[in-house]
């Protein structure tokens, strides 16, 4: 069972353009984080959030944690070709967090 | 600071082997974790170790086991391969149990 949803899929834009990807659940999660990985590396840790209703701004990336700690939102402004990978959401399966639950990813391509 | 580092990078082996994977977690960081990457299922969680214990287990088979030593550095043993362990292997270093991981660059298994 997928506890964590990823959409869309798939997303391919022009640089410059602007992008949400969507990270949603049925569980409340007491923290969510969000990765992005690159071919043939492991994922980099982009931000964790923790209070519902949390926003946080990385530069051109924020990232909104619901109300309910249920889902969660990545929003990419002006986007660049180096923002291309796969967009991984995590969250804690147990009491600690060294066991996540992965959506399946949102795989990003932004072409010059 | 050095990263979390995983050696071999690549190994290729046949099926019925065994092969054990190693992870060096970041300096400071006593909590490791496995994961395996592949594009039908995604990231899923194999192990969590803490202090030289093991935590928490994923839904795999017996084949699969790992261990911890003092140094906190850990391995993972996959016996009598079959074609389907064919993946990515990560690992994930973090300070305790209430802390943001960090991966591991992973190992690419492939099995013939």
């Known amino acids: 069972t997928q506890l964590l949803e990823q959409s869309p899929q798939f997303l391919s834009i022009q640089e410059g353009e602007n992008l949400t990807v969507y990270c949603n659940s049925s569980?409340?999660?007491?923290?969510l984080q969000w990765y992005r990985q690159e071919p043939g590396e492991g994922p980099v840790l982009l931000v964790t959030v923790v209070t519902g209703g949390e926003v946080k701004k990385l530069k051109r990336l924020t990232f909104q944690f619901g109300d309910a700690r249920k889902d969660s939102s990545l929003h990419i402004t002006a986007a660049q070709p180096g923002d291309t990978g796969l967009y991984l959401c995590a969250g804690p399966l147990t009491d600690s967090w060294g066991k996540l639950q992965f959506g399946a990813g949102t795989q990003v391509v932004v072409t010059p | 600071k050095a990263g979390v580092t995983q050696t071999p990078r690549y190994l290729i082996k046949t099926r019925g082997q065994q092969v054990t994977l190693s992870c060096s977690p970041i300096?400071?960081?006593?909590?490791v974790s496995w994961y395996q990457q592949t594009p039908g299922q995604g990231l899923q969680f194999l192990f969590e170790y803490f202090s030289e214990t093991q935590r928490n287990k994923g839904n795999f088979p017996g084949r699969f086991s790992g261990r911890q030593f003092s140094n906190s550095r850990s391995e993972m043993n996959v016996s009598t391969l079959e074609l389907g362990d064919s993946a990515l292997y990560l690992c994930?270093?973090?300070?305790?149990?209430?802390?943001?991981?960090?991966f591991g660059p992973g190992t690419r298994l492939t099995v013939l």
């Open positions: 300096s400071g960081h006593r909590s």
């Open positions: 994930a270093s973090s300070l305790g149990l209430f802390n943001e991981q960090f």
């Open positions: 569980s409340v999660f007491s923290s």
